[in-house]
């Protein structure tokens, strides 16, 4: 096929292959025991898994699943020598697989409507600038796997995590302390500082995905649906349906000159940011995440707690 002759084998990536399909030498899946709100995003997606019972007294044995049935997006299956080929390449501009004009336009930006937060290119999410600027992607297989490749172009390195674990909580919980401790560096909470008056008024309500896509939505419908944001004692606090938000989390303003930026507090995570969007009068209209994705309030839905 197109991918084999383009890209595995100019690049020596003798162990990938986009066939999709399980075999003898692909790493044994596992998920982790599911709490409730798994259990619910599993049934939303349909997956059933093998066994309930524990391998080893907390991994359950995974199923291997077919990704979208068009041999797309996780349905790559390589090792991770391949994948250092592959991020090698990366690292000096794709060594004429493609264009230099055509993997310029692939790692920055086409859509990045806040420069606080990710952005996307060419099949790439990039995010950062300067030194710090990088580029890649990740993405899960529900059977029981999950992976992350991060280029970091000005470092001249890159970063390959490959999990033979199905967690929801891999983009929250396995790769940014391993990205943090690749680069030696964290992002800490900001200091307590009080929400912008005009602000506290006008956010609290629910919000919601105003696109019907499958693409554009696949991750915030099952990660965690729609949203509310409430006033409680002068602090925003917001929820979600499902997910790591459900419970509720603190919005705290991060610098004290940009009233619509907002850290989410999720003690012992790594700190994730969010942006209020604002309409001419400087109310809250919509939020923007780091997952690339807006919402909007929809008045006509009751908050739920």
Known sequence: GVMERRVFEPLGMTS???????????ARGYSQAPTPQDRAM????????????????????????????????????????????YASTLLRGSSGIVRPETFAAMTSDQWRPDKRLPGWGLGFGVRGSGRLRRFGHGGSVFGGWNSQLTVFPELDAALIIHLNLYSESFDRLFAPPLIE????????LPPAMAT????????P??????????????????????????????ELVMHSRRGAWKTGVRLLPVPADERDFFAVDMPGEPVAYMAMLLDETGAVSGLRFQQIVDMYRNPDIAPWT
């Open 205 to 234: 309500g629910v919000y919601e995905l105003t696109m019907p896509g499958p693409l554009t939505n696949f991750r915030p419908q099952f990660n965690c649906g729609r949203v509310q944001i409430s006033d409680k004692d002068g």
């Open 196 to 203: 912008d008056p005009r602000i506290l008024a006008t956010a």
């Open 16 to 26: 990938s292959d986009l066939a999709d399909r399980p075999h003898s030498d692909l």
């Open 181 to 188: 401790a690749f680069l030696g560096s964290s992002d800490e």
């Open 42 to 85: 599993l049934d939303l997606l349909g997956v059933q898994l093998e066994s309930d019972d524990p391998v080893d007294g907390w991994n359950l044995p995974g199923k291997f699943v077919p990704v979208w049935g068009n041999g797309g997006a996780g349905a790559v299956q390589s090792t991770v020598t391949d994948m250092g080929r």
